[in-house]
Protein backbone atom coordinates (compact mmCIF):
# COMPACT_ATOMS: atom_id res chain seq x y z
CA UNK A 1 0.00 0.00 0.00
CA UNK A 2 1.36 3.04 -1.10
CA UNK A 3 0.07 5.33 1.53
CA UNK A 4 -1.52 4.68 5.11
CA UNK A 5 -5.09 5.23 5.64
CA UNK A 6 -6.97 6.19 8.44
CA UNK A 7 -9.91 4.67 8.99
CA UNK A 8 -12.98 6.54 9.28
CA UNK A 9 -14.99 6.66 12.35
CA UNK A 10 -18.10 5.26 12.45
CA UNK A 11 -21.35 7.04 12.95
CA UNK A 12 -24.18 3.77 13.77
CA UNK A 13 -27.68 5.07 12.45
CA UNK A 14 -30.91 3.80 13.73
CA UNK A 15 -33.44 3.45 10.88
CA UNK A 16 -36.90 4.37 12.21
CA UNK A 17 -39.28 4.78 9.22
CA UNK A 18 -40.94 1.35 9.22
CA UNK A 19 -42.08 2.21 12.72
CA UNK A 20 -41.66 5.89 13.79
CA UNK A 21 -42.54 6.72 9.58
CA UNK A 22 -45.48 4.52 8.51
CA UNK A 23 -47.38 4.53 11.70
CA UNK A 24 -48.03 7.96 10.33
CA UNK A 25 -49.16 6.98 7.23
CA UNK A 26 -53.12 7.45 7.09
CA UNK A 27 -53.20 4.16 4.62
CA UNK A 28 -52.53 0.78 5.83
CA UNK A 29 -49.34 -0.43 4.19
CA UNK A 30 -49.65 -4.12 3.46
CA UNK A 31 -47.55 -6.46 5.53
CA UNK A 32 -45.93 -7.51 2.25
CA UNK A 33 -44.54 -3.63 1.85
CA UNK A 34 -43.16 -3.69 4.89
CA UNK A 35 -41.21 -6.42 4.85
CA UNK A 36 -40.26 -5.30 1.79
CA UNK A 37 -39.57 -1.87 2.75
CA UNK A 38 -37.16 -3.33 5.67
CA UNK A 39 -35.14 -5.90 3.77
CA UNK A 40 -34.57 -3.23 0.99
CA UNK A 41 -33.27 -1.10 4.00
CA UNK A 42 -31.30 -4.20 5.40
CA UNK A 43 -29.51 -4.54 1.93
CA UNK A 44 -28.63 -0.77 2.17
CA UNK A 45 -26.10 -1.78 4.76
CA UNK A 46 -28.36 -0.08 7.59
CA UNK A 47 -27.29 -1.38 11.33
CA UNK A 48 -30.32 -1.12 13.00
CA UNK A 49 -33.76 -0.64 11.73
CA UNK A 50 -36.31 -0.31 13.83
CA UNK A 51 -39.31 -2.97 12.17
CA UNK A 52 -42.78 -2.00 14.26
CA UNK A 53 -44.14 -1.37 17.48
CA UNK A 54 -46.09 -3.69 19.53
CA UNK A 55 -48.64 -0.76 21.18
CA UNK A 56 -52.43 -1.73 21.16
CA UNK A 57 -53.20 -1.73 17.92
CA UNK A 58 -56.31 0.65 18.38
CA UNK A 59 -53.56 3.04 19.00
CA UNK A 60 -51.82 2.66 16.17
CA UNK A 61 -53.93 0.63 13.59
CA UNK A 62 -51.30 0.95 11.03
CA UNK A 63 -49.29 -1.35 13.25
CA UNK A 64 -51.85 -4.10 14.23
CA UNK A 65 -49.42 -6.64 12.11
CA UNK A 66 -46.48 -6.34 14.02
CA UNK A 67 -46.61 -10.06 15.15
CA UNK A 68 -47.19 -11.38 11.96
CA UNK A 69 -44.63 -8.93 10.52
CA UNK A 70 -41.83 -10.17 13.43
CA UNK A 71 -42.78 -13.54 12.42
CA UNK A 72 -42.66 -13.02 8.40
CA UNK A 73 -39.03 -10.66 8.71
CA UNK A 74 -35.88 -12.69 7.12
CA UNK A 75 -33.40 -11.29 8.80
CA UNK A 76 -30.31 -10.12 7.01
CA UNK A 77 -27.13 -10.68 8.81
CA UNK A 78 -25.45 -8.31 10.75
CA UNK A 79 -28.22 -6.20 10.98
CA UNK A 80 -30.74 -5.15 14.17
CA UNK A 81 -34.29 -5.20 14.40
CA UNK A 82 -35.47 -3.44 17.95
CA UNK A 83 -39.38 -3.33 18.18
CA UNK A 84 -41.16 -0.88 20.35
CA UNK A 85 -42.76 -1.84 23.67
CA UNK A 86 -45.36 -0.08 25.65
CA UNK A 87 -45.35 -2.00 29.02
CA UNK A 88 -44.99 -5.99 30.38
CA UNK A 89 -47.59 -6.85 27.77
CA UNK A 90 -45.95 -5.75 24.76
CA UNK A 91 -42.75 -7.18 25.83
CA UNK A 92 -44.40 -10.58 25.84
CA UNK A 93 -46.30 -10.43 22.68
CA UNK A 94 -42.76 -9.01 21.01
CA UNK A 95 -40.60 -11.77 22.37
CA UNK A 96 -43.26 -14.35 21.21
CA UNK A 97 -42.89 -13.43 17.46
CA UNK A 98 -39.30 -13.31 17.88
CA UNK A 99 -37.93 -9.90 18.69
CA UNK A 100 -34.21 -9.64 20.04
CA UNK A 101 -34.61 -5.63 21.30
CA UNK A 102 -36.72 -3.59 22.51
CA UNK A 103 -37.67 -0.05 22.35
CA UNK A 104 -39.33 2.17 25.42
CA UNK A 105 -40.59 5.67 25.07
CA UNK A 106 -41.59 8.85 27.78
CA UNK A 107 -41.56 12.49 27.63
CA UNK A 108 -39.24 15.09 28.84
CA UNK A 109 -42.79 16.92 29.69
CA UNK A 110 -45.75 15.93 32.16
CA UNK A 111 -48.41 17.26 29.52
CA UNK A 112 -47.11 15.09 26.81
CA UNK A 113 -46.51 12.28 29.11
CA UNK A 114 -50.42 12.09 29.75
CA UNK A 115 -51.63 12.76 26.40
CA UNK A 116 -49.03 10.72 24.51
CA UNK A 117 -49.25 7.32 26.96
CA UNK A 118 -52.48 8.43 29.47
CA UNK A 119 -49.57 8.48 32.11
CA UNK A 120 -47.14 10.58 34.65
CA UNK A 121 -43.58 10.45 33.40
CA UNK A 122 -42.92 8.66 37.19
CA UNK A 123 -45.29 6.26 35.94
CA UNK A 124 -43.88 5.65 32.67
CA UNK A 125 -40.49 5.30 34.54
CA UNK A 126 -42.03 2.86 36.51
CA UNK A 127 -43.38 0.42 33.30
CA UNK A 128 -40.00 0.86 31.85
CA UNK A 129 -38.64 -0.51 35.12
CA UNK A 130 -40.20 -3.44 34.81
CA UNK A 131 -39.67 -3.97 30.86
CA UNK A 132 -35.88 -3.52 31.72
CA UNK A 133 -35.72 -5.57 34.03
CA UNK A 134 -37.74 -8.35 32.39
CA UNK A 135 -35.97 -7.86 29.26
CA UNK A 136 -32.47 -7.57 31.00
CA UNK A 137 -33.24 -11.53 32.49
CA UNK A 138 -33.74 -12.06 29.32
CA UNK A 139 -30.52 -11.04 27.36
CA UNK A 140 -32.52 -8.56 25.75
CA UNK A 141 -31.45 -4.82 25.29
CA UNK A 142 -33.65 -1.71 26.11
CA UNK A 143 -33.30 1.74 24.08
CA UNK A 144 -35.40 4.52 25.55
CA UNK A 145 -36.85 7.34 23.54
CA UNK A 146 -37.28 10.75 25.23
CA UNK A 147 -40.01 12.90 23.59
CA UNK A 148 -40.38 17.03 23.70
CA UNK A 149 -36.76 17.43 24.70
CA UNK A 150 -36.77 20.89 22.49
CA UNK A 151 -39.97 21.67 22.77
CA UNK A 152 -44.08 20.53 23.76
CA UNK A 153 -46.67 21.22 22.10
CA UNK A 154 -48.44 21.57 24.99
CA UNK A 155 -45.73 23.20 27.35
CA UNK A 156 -44.04 24.93 25.11
CA UNK A 157 -40.04 25.52 26.27
CA UNK A 158 -38.83 22.85 28.08
CA UNK A 159 -35.81 23.46 30.51
CA UNK A 160 -32.72 21.47 29.68
CA UNK A 161 -32.64 20.04 33.60
CA UNK A 162 -35.64 18.36 32.97
CA UNK A 163 -34.76 16.37 29.71
CA UNK A 164 -31.16 15.69 31.73
CA UNK A 165 -33.29 14.25 34.29
CA UNK A 166 -35.57 12.17 32.65
CA UNK A 167 -32.31 10.54 30.75
CA UNK A 168 -30.48 10.00 34.07
CA UNK A 169 -33.21 8.03 35.53
CA UNK A 170 -33.85 5.55 32.18
CA UNK A 171 -30.13 5.51 32.05
CA UNK A 172 -30.05 4.20 36.26
CA UNK A 173 -32.93 2.15 35.36
CA UNK A 174 -30.52 0.30 32.94
CA UNK A 175 -31.55 0.92 29.05
CA UNK A 176 -28.74 0.83 27.33
CA UNK A 177 -29.18 3.40 24.62
CA UNK A 178 -31.27 6.95 25.10
CA UNK A 179 -32.59 8.68 22.09
CA UNK A 180 -33.12 11.98 22.84
CA UNK A 181 -36.18 13.36 20.59
CA UNK A 182 -36.93 16.76 18.84
CA UNK A 183 -40.77 15.61 18.64
CA UNK A 184 -42.07 18.77 17.21
CA UNK A 185 -39.16 19.43 15.13
CA UNK A 186 -38.79 22.96 16.74
CA UNK A 187 -35.13 22.90 17.91
CA UNK A 188 -32.36 25.10 16.71
CA UNK A 189 -28.51 24.17 17.18
CA UNK A 190 -27.74 26.42 19.83
CA UNK A 191 -30.32 24.99 21.82
CA UNK A 192 -29.80 21.56 20.71
CA UNK A 193 -25.99 21.70 21.52
CA UNK A 194 -27.43 23.19 25.75
CA UNK A 195 -29.63 20.22 25.92
CA UNK A 196 -27.25 17.65 24.84
CA UNK A 197 -24.74 18.81 26.88
CA UNK A 198 -26.75 18.97 29.88
CA UNK A 199 -28.00 15.01 29.28
CA UNK A 200 -24.18 14.26 28.19
CA UNK A 201 -22.89 15.20 31.51
CA UNK A 202 -25.50 12.71 33.21
CA UNK A 203 -25.33 9.82 30.91
CA UNK A 204 -22.02 8.48 28.99
CA UNK A 205 -21.61 9.30 25.87
CA UNK A 206 -21.64 5.84 24.10
CA UNK A 207 -24.79 5.26 25.44
CA UNK A 208 -26.55 8.82 23.88
CA UNK A 209 -28.24 9.17 20.14
CA UNK A 210 -30.41 11.93 18.69
CA UNK A 211 -33.58 11.52 16.86
CA UNK A 212 -34.53 14.78 15.14
CA UNK A 213 -37.42 16.43 12.89
CA UNK A 214 -36.93 18.56 10.39
CA UNK A 215 -40.07 20.60 10.68
CA UNK A 216 -38.47 23.81 10.31
CA UNK A 217 -35.48 22.42 8.17
CA UNK A 218 -33.44 22.31 11.07
CA UNK A 219 -32.30 18.41 11.97
CA UNK A 220 -29.03 18.42 10.02
CA UNK A 221 -27.77 21.48 11.62
CA UNK A 222 -28.72 20.19 15.00
CA UNK A 223 -27.41 16.78 14.71
CA UNK A 224 -24.24 17.97 13.29
CA UNK A 225 -24.53 20.69 17.12
CA UNK A 226 -24.65 17.30 18.68
CA UNK A 227 -21.67 15.31 16.82
CA UNK A 228 -19.74 18.89 17.72
CA UNK A 229 -20.58 17.08 21.51
CA UNK A 230 -19.60 13.94 20.39
CA UNK A 231 -22.74 11.86 19.61
CA UNK A 232 -22.22 9.17 16.86
CA UNK A 233 -25.42 7.61 16.65
CA UNK A 234 -28.59 9.05 15.02
CA UNK A 235 -32.06 8.69 14.24
CA UNK A 236 -33.53 9.11 10.70
CA UNK A 237 -35.91 8.08 8.64
CA UNK A 238 -35.84 6.63 4.86
CA UNK A 239 -37.44 9.46 2.58
CA UNK A 240 -38.25 11.35 5.92
CA UNK A 241 -41.38 9.07 6.45
CA UNK A 242 -43.10 10.34 9.38
CA UNK A 243 -45.41 12.74 10.04
CA UNK A 244 -48.43 13.94 7.26
CA UNK A 245 -46.56 16.17 4.08
CA UNK A 246 -49.85 17.64 3.53
CA UNK A 247 -51.17 18.74 7.53
CA UNK A 248 -49.79 21.84 8.52
CA UNK A 249 -47.26 21.95 10.94
CA UNK A 250 -46.69 17.83 10.35
CA UNK A 251 -43.07 16.96 11.35
CA UNK A 252 -41.48 14.80 9.43
CA UNK A 253 -38.06 12.78 10.78
CA UNK A 254 -35.44 13.90 9.45
CA UNK A 255 -34.30 11.75 6.05
CA UNK A 256 -31.72 8.80 6.54
CA UNK A 257 -30.32 9.76 2.56
CA UNK A 258 -29.71 13.22 4.14
CA UNK A 259 -27.88 12.34 6.95
CA UNK A 260 -25.71 9.84 5.28
CA UNK A 261 -24.96 12.34 2.65
CA UNK A 262 -23.87 14.75 5.10
CA UNK A 263 -22.11 12.05 7.17
CA UNK A 264 -20.01 10.89 4.50
CA UNK A 265 -18.78 14.20 3.64
CA UNK A 266 -17.83 14.79 6.48
CA UNK A 267 -15.69 11.85 5.84
CA UNK A 268 -17.49 9.22 8.35
CA UNK A 269 -18.47 5.68 7.70
CA UNK A 270 -22.31 4.34 8.16
CA UNK A 271 -21.75 0.99 6.49
CA UNK A 272 -24.54 2.34 3.87
CA UNK A 273 -24.73 2.10 -0.27
CA UNK A 274 -26.66 6.13 -0.06
CA UNK A 275 -27.46 5.08 -3.77
CA UNK A 276 -29.57 1.90 -2.86
CA UNK A 277 -30.97 3.27 0.02
CA UNK A 278 -31.98 6.32 -2.07
CA UNK A 279 -33.80 3.83 -4.63
CA UNK A 280 -35.30 2.39 -1.64
CA UNK A 281 -36.48 6.29 -0.45
CA UNK A 282 -38.08 7.17 -3.77
CA UNK A 283 -39.89 3.19 -3.81
CA UNK A 284 -41.55 3.75 -0.82
CA UNK A 285 -42.60 7.02 -1.65
CA UNK A 286 -44.07 5.52 -4.96
CA UNK A 287 -46.22 2.81 -2.69
CA UNK A 288 -46.88 5.76 -0.25
CA UNK A 289 -48.37 8.14 -3.29
CA UNK A 290 -46.94 10.91 -0.78
CA UNK A 291 -43.54 13.24 -1.82
CA UNK A 292 -40.13 11.74 -1.23
CA UNK A 293 -38.51 13.69 1.52
CA UNK A 294 -34.93 13.85 0.78
CA UNK A 295 -33.31 16.38 -0.60
CA UNK A 296 -30.32 14.06 -1.37
CA UNK A 297 -32.24 10.81 -2.11
CA UNK A 298 -34.17 13.20 -4.67
CA UNK A 299 -31.05 14.99 -6.43
CA UNK A 300 -28.87 12.16 -6.39
CA UNK A 301 -31.20 10.00 -8.61
CA UNK A 302 -32.29 12.91 -10.63
CA UNK A 303 -28.31 13.46 -11.18
CA UNK A 304 -28.03 10.01 -12.00
CA UNK A 305 -30.73 9.38 -14.74
CA UNK A 306 -29.56 12.86 -16.68
MG1 LIG B 1 -39.67 10.59 15.03
Known amino acids: MAESQVTAELVRLVEVGPRDGLQAEPNIVPTATKLELIMRLSESGLPVIEATSFVHPDRVPQLADAAELMERLEPQGGTRYPVLVPNLRGLERAVAAGAEELAVFTAATESFSQRNTNCSIDESL ?181
Request: glycine fraction near 12%.
Open 126 to 306: DRIKDVVTEARSRGLPVRAYISCVLGCPYEGEVPVSAVADVAKRLFDIGCGEISLGDTIGVGTPGAARMMFEAVASEVAMGQLAVHFHDTYGQALANILACMECGVRCIDASVAGLGGCPFAPGASGNVATEDVVYMLHGLGFATGVNLRKLALTGRWISGHLSRPNMSRAGAALLNTKTQ
